[in-house]
């Protein structure tokens, strides 16, 4: 759906933000400024920036003005600040944090799945690995249903905190699952662990299937390594997920 003037200008602004053209502690320009360069009322930019204020990115105070925040002050689980941030590029920090946040989360969850997935969870981590599988073996989209097989591990759960907290990474999980799939035979050694994980889970073993996921996500942290030190340029979000052929075909040689 097409965004409206207030969301539109909430887009330009906060990407501009994320994108450093507005300096931490700088002040925005004056109101006057931004509309003419905005085309856009007073009114709009007014609320959108009270919305940017809202996920963190500006302070606004008497005799300060409107003052770009810290990154570190930014609601990085909001769905507009983690388009921006791939927007303007992810930097090692940024995967470095998501991997952090994998390692402590996913174990906790995939744990908790093992107890409590009901048979519906099981068939969508089923259905999700047999894409994998068709991809790995014809060729195809990998990414989607890697990212589908995950999410699904903490839909089944059943806590709504990590559920909320699953639909906010979405996008972020994406382009790491590019990024470590772009190895020469990610994908087909990576396919059996994640059978490792599913078949815990299924068979209610939970620190079976906690040690299966932090395996893969050692497994996954060891391939961005490998493929951010070759300097590659990262996946585009608002692209689709390169086919898993085309992945092999733009791998960097071990």
């Known amino acids: ?14 990407a501009a933000i994320v994108a450093g053209r507005y300096p931490v502690g700088a ?8 509309c003419a360069e905005l085309g856009v009322s007073r009114t709009v930019v007014r609320e959108a920036v009270k919305s940017l204020i809202a996920k963190g990115l500006l302070v606004t105070g008497p005799k300060v003005g409107t003052r770009v925040l810290p990154e570190e002050q930014w609601n990085c689980f909001d ?15 940024y995967l470095r944090d998501l991997q952090e946040l994998r390692r402590m989360v996913e174990p906790a969850a995939v744990r908790l799945a093992a107890e409590r997935a009901t048979a519906h ?27 589908r097989f995950h999410q699904g591990l903490l839909r089944a759960c059943h806590n709504r905190m990590v559920i909320e907290m699953s639909k906010a990474l979405g996008a972020l999980l994406r382009t790491s699952f590019e990024i470590s799939t772009s190895r020469p035979h990610g994908p087909a050694s990576s396919l059996p662990l994640h059978r490792a994980v ?31 030190a070759t300097r590659r340029k990262l996946p585009v979000l ?10 092999r075909k733009l791998a960097v040689p071990r």
């Open 238 to 247: 608002s692209q689709p997920a390169l086919p898993l052929k085309a992945l």
């Open 79 to 93: 769905a507009d600040v983690v388009a921006w941030q791939l927007k303007a590029g992810l930097t090692r920090e």
């Open 198 to 228: 599913l078949d815990a889970v299924i068979a209610r073993a939970p620190q079976k299937a906690e040690r299966a996921i932090l395996v893969l996500i050692d497994g996954a942290n060891d391939d961005i390594e490998s493929v951010l």
């Open 121 to 147: 969870d099981i068939q969508e981590i089923e259905l999700a690995y047999a894409g994998m599988k068709q991809a790995v073996d014809h060729g195809g989209d990998y990414v989607s249903h890697d990212l």
């Open 27 to 34: 002040s925005l320009p004056p109101e006057p400024l931004l």
């Open 1 to 14: 759906m097409a965004k409206n003037v207030h969301g539109n200008t909430v887009d330009l602004l906060g």
